[in-house]
């Protein structure tokens, strides 16, 4: 029935080209997600480590901070290309709950902010992007509506060390500045040698030790160190409609229009979750005891898998 999880899971575990596959069969228990939060457009979800949740609503060229239960708590952004102002966002990253990192898609830019929701600095995305170039940009007064770029930047991540991985759409590249705002690489850029990124969608990193990168294109998920460089293409036969990822205890979450697959880098393991809403996922994350699930028009909140 749309709109709804038909029940509660066992795990059946088999294998296929030789990886542990574990694929969720639901009993008719279970009880169907509850709506907790509507939007105009979400584009991406994410949750910082005292369970707040953002959400970014490029319709309405917003960020919404929420509780678990939807309840707003603050509003950030509104159309503009000032500081502080977004034109569709894309993603947001919340690091360790005291700094917020926006990817301001439309002005070509990424965004940082407070705790507070104060505007603090702003990194221009786009071809000009140069290793050993500071493009660092303060708020100094002004109203912060130079600081935009050409570029197109999708999804945003950084370390607990300050470094910041861009995702360029319109370059199919990932970006990254390290602490000093020093661009230092640029990684599957258009006509670069060796190029590896066909259409990259999303990215996630693993604390300080991997970056992975979803490939719409490729219907698959790579593992690069913070250099850079490949480390593997996860054993994860065709992802189909591969729209973002996100990391929960050391396990990658892969979202896909209408399953979810969790991968535990450890035990070579995938669990699929199939979701079945009256709308294609967007995004999803789990805090606690609760999965939320995000679709273009509504979050949804469901017990743990």
Request: charged share 25%; glycine share 10%; proline share 6%.
């Amino acid at each position: 029935m749309p709109g709804m999880f038909t029940g509660r899971f066992t795990a059946v575990v088999f294998l296929i080209l030789g990886v542990a596959v574990e694929e969720t069969v639901w009993a008719q228990d279970e009880p169907a997600p509850t709506v907790v939060a509507r939007f105009e457009e979400a584009t991406a979800l994410s949750i910082d480590p005292t369970g707040r949740l953002y959400v970014a609503d490029a319709g309405a060229d917003v960020v919404r901070i929420m509780g678990r239960d939807g309840t707003e708590r603050a509003v950030l952004g509104g159309a503009g290309t000032r500081a502080g102002q977004f034109d569709r966002p894309a993603d947001v990253d919340p690091t360790n709950g005291q700094t917020l990192w926006v990817a301001d898609a439309g002005n070509g830019r990424v965004q940082r902010f407070s705790e507070e929701g104060l505007y603090l600095e702003a990194l221009p995305v786009g071809p000009a992007f140069r290793e050993g170039r500071d493009q660092r940009a303060l708020d100094d007064g002004r109203d912060g509506a130079t600081v935009r770029g050409a570029g197109r930047p999708v999804a945003v991540a950084s370390t607990s060390g300050d470094e910041t991985f861009v995702l360029d759409g319109r370059e199919d590249a990932v970006l990254k500045w390290d602490d000093q705002r020093r661009p230092e690489r640029v990684l599957g850029a258009r006509g670069q040698p060796g190029r590896t990124l066909e259409r990259p969608v999303a990215l996630a990193l693993d604390g300080t030790r991997r970056l992975y990168v979803a490939d719409q294109a490729a219907g698959a998920v790579f593992a690069f160190d913070l250099f850079g460089s490949l480390m593997k293409r996860l054993p994860i036969s065709h992802l189909p409609d591969l729209r973002a990822l996100t990391i929960h205890r050391k396990r990658l979450w892969i979202v896909c229009s209408g399953r979810v697959y969790v991968w535990a880098p450890r035990r070579g393991v995938t669990t699929v979750h199939e979701v079945d809403l009256s709308a294609p996922l967007v995004d999803a994350a789990r805090r606690g005891d609760d999965v939320f699930l995000l679709t273009e028009r509504h979050l949804y909140r469901r017990p743990s898998w």
